[in-house]
């Protein structure tokens, strides 16, 4: 997956260099997403849920979302679905799989099957 230079930063965590981008045409904000990969290896890719009050977009967030995301099963450089991470609440969470956007989770929660 290759990122554009518009909007692309690098960020370097634990002596490894990410790329993060956040794709500035999206329609509407409550379905953006921060992508995250590893700088030279095409592995798994990290999206990051911006769609949270408590989550503000700056290198620190993205360095802690990219430590969460190895400590809790990401996979940077290894072939793999891509994960979704979520700050609901003020703390990283995995989203579960098929939701991608937190926002998600709360709408299906008063749903019956």
Known sequence: ???PKKYTRKITVNDQTYLWHLNENSIDFEEYHITIRHEKIAGQ???LDLYSWHLSIRPRTIREAILWALENGWEPKEK???IYV???DGK?????????FAYQMNRNEGETP
Do not use: S, W
């Open 1 to 3: 997956m290759a990122f």
């Open 80 to 82: 793999g679905k891509p």
């Open 45 to 47: 890719i990290l999206y």
């Open 92 to 100: 990283f969470q995995l989203l579960p799989e098929g939701i991608r």
């Open 86 to 88: 979520g700050y609901p």
